[in-house]
């Protein structure tokens, strides 16, 4: 199996949004070299990209110009999280029409891991569309982490979980 020294957190704007600083800081802690965030533009109204820019070491890429990933991104584990309904479905029918969506669609034809999120409330997640995409992604090979629900509806998969997605993934620092 092929190990990473690159981890993309990819994330889509739901109201879990606000919890990437500590997803980027446990993804830190695993000790890799190289972190480079992504916001969809939504993500970007519901959590201020300087937010994640001030966490010392990790990139906030908001342009296919930026050089952290031109030519190409660079091969890496995509962490997808929080990954809203909107996101989800597309990303599961090929539709790439923004920065984010475009990482994990490659990321899934380069075959390099893959692990979505959702973030989704119980009607959401109960949708038809939402439950072919999620039995989609996995035989394209994409690791799906449920959302998890703590007694007041599903929500975003907890960090720990997330990262033990992410850790296998992992060239030992």
């Not at 020294?5 to 879990?16: A, I, P």
């Not at 690791?143 to 007041?152: A, F, N, Q, S, Y």
């Amino acid at each position: 199996m092929e190990l990473f020294d690159v981890v993309y957190l990819l994330m889509s704007g739901t109201t879990t949004a606000v919890r990437a600083p500590e997803i980027l800081r446990g993804i830190q802690g695993l000790g890799v070299p190289t972190v480079i965030a992504i916001p969809t533009p939504n993500a970007a109204r519901v959590i201020a990209p300087w937010s994640l820019a001030d966490i010392p070491g990790v990139r906030v890429v908001e342009s296919y110009f930026d050089a952290a990933i031109r030519p190409r991104p660079p091969r890496g584990v995509v962490l997808f999280a929080p990954c809203s309904f909107n996101s989800l479905n597309k990303l599961a029918h090929g539709i790439a029409d923004n920065l984010t969506l475009s990482v994990a669609a490659e990321a899934i034809g380069r075959r390099t891991p893959v692990v979505v999120a959702p973030s989704l409330n119980q009607p959401l997640l109960e949708h038809p569309v939402a439950q072919a995409s999620l039995a989609t992604l996995p035989r394209w090979g994409v690791r799906v982490v449920p959302p998890v629900d703590e007694g007041t509806g599903p929500r975003l998969a907890n960090t720990a979980d997330l990262l033990a997605a992410v850790a296998p993934h992992l060239r030992p620092a």
